[in-house]
């Protein structure tokens, strides 16, 4: 098993030029996110950086507006039209065949002509001309004799009367977004219905329905490049490109989900548990462990009891009203004085002996045990949800109210408190990747010993940076709030609330990393974590001014290079302090240098 040495040395704090090249490289992944950064006064505070607070893989994907997508709709209707010299309506019919393709219709068009008009209805040539001198026509749907002027067709020619027309479009409407495909009303024909068609026909409100499934159509017939963001109420769409960096992404309107499964953002955990851990929340398969675990059978109506004071002699409930012994369940009738009283059961502890309830008793213990398990990191996970909600919430207060108030009260510019938003930014992330692995710490096998021991001990150091990062943001800085004139301390309290910041990012970086890889540095032979791998994830422990593992050696015996006595690594929040400042004890968190 390894030591606690190795474990802080394989989580050991980065450098002062690493923390720099950090934010370097956050501000370079930013401009990878191609929402418009000019939007972002739209949906709040500054998610761009609120992705990124943990330097998660470069993501690529655009954010649409419905204005977007009608936008981008319309100009491949343009280009289609133009390059292949039909309609518009015959473009949009077209487009919608092969799912708003470009590329698809033209290559299709071009090799066989023939048979796109045929799958999709259009014809070449009007299949008849405006009959002359001809005033009336009988309808073939209703029988009714209408004025030729009355009478709509499609490029097949079939002629029906306005009110018909009108009906069968507004049922295809009213049946769903299948009215975008809408072809003849004459069952033998299959010529399309199109756009210019339909939208001439029916009601202002069928027309909004239309154009609605229309503009749904590009992203719900694009599932593997665009999808709409799960949020409730959202009409953003995203769209992403596949293979490129994280599955999460961070919508305008501020939420951020999985591009995979649309759940909620989730990273470390992949998919599969992710919708395993649902599935089990929503599950009944809990409520019957509770009731194994915590109740019996009536003897007679079978009905579960649950027992929480009280004697031994239980009376089931009416219509049954059965009365017996909550030890042995037999029959009351035959217990007594003789058998124990009311607080025990002899013939039970003999039974018991014998091994008579050895069965029922192991089946409800391990009920128990799976509920209680269940219950400890449900629990957590829950709770690191609602302090991230309150965190988030805590945010929008800080940004809309408490910056400028404290920008008065110390007299900078709201430019220079980015450190305080900043921190509260990476607070709200850490609290939903730290949700997340009580889910993985549920499914994480019970026989690796080793893995969970190195998981249990990185995911503690964590939550305990999480939590030094939280009260200094939430209860140290509410003191500069209180003033009324600039607090000298306040530069302090700057330099320590953006070292934290910076660490509880190291400490989460390096978590993330090892939860993705399914702790593949921990060789479970052995019981330690490989050095090799653990120096790719967080640099070796020399190299970031942390102490050397067990058993290493320095040249000259005690003696340490320029580089190890300019900077030296507190064993207690990893934070790589520098000599010039301070040489024995830790600016963050005050630890005494060992």
Known sequence: ????????????????????????????????????EDDESDYGFGFNDFQLSTRRPQTIFTVLSEQDIRQRQDEAVATITNFLSISPADAGVLLRHFKWSVS???DEWFADEERVRANVGLLEKPATSKRKNVKEMTCQICFEVHPFEKMKEPRCGHYFCEICWTGYIHTAINDGPGCLTLRCADPSCGAAIGEDMVLGLVSKEDQQKYMRYLL???????????????????????????????????????????WNCREEAHRPVDCETVNKWILKNCAESENMNWILANSKPCPKCKRPIEKNQGCMHITCTPPCKFEFCWLCLGAWTDHGERTGGFYACNRYETAKQEGVYDEAERRREMAKNSLERYTHYYERWATNESSRSKALADLQLMQSVKVDKLSDIQCQPVSQLKFVTDAWLQIVECRRVLKWTYAYGYYLPENEQTKRQFFEYSQGEAEAGLERLHQCAEKELQTFLEGDSP????????????????????????LVRALESNLSDVDISKGAVKSSNSSKASGSSKARGGRPKSGSTRSGGSSRSGEEMAHWSCEHCTYVNTTATSSNVCIICGYPRS
């Open 1 to 36: 098993m390894e030591s606690e040495d190795e474990m802080q040395d394989a989580w050991a704090g980065t450098s002062d030029d690493e923390f720099q090249n950090e934010e370097e490289e956050d501000e370079d992944s930013d401009a990878l996110a191609s929402d418009d």
């Open 104 to 106: 698809k219709v033209n």
């Open 216 to 258: 749904r159509s590009y992203v719900e017939d694009n599932r593997k490049q665009v999808k709409w963001c799960p949020a409730p109420g959202c009409e953003y769409a995203v769209e992403y490109q596949a293979g490129v960096g994280s599955y999460d992404l961070v919508c305008k309107c501020g939420f951020s989900f999985c």
């Open 487 to 510: 607090n000298s301390s306040f530069n302090d309290f700057r330099t320590k609330l953006a070292g934290l910041t910076s660490v509880t990012r190291t400490y989460f970086e390096n």
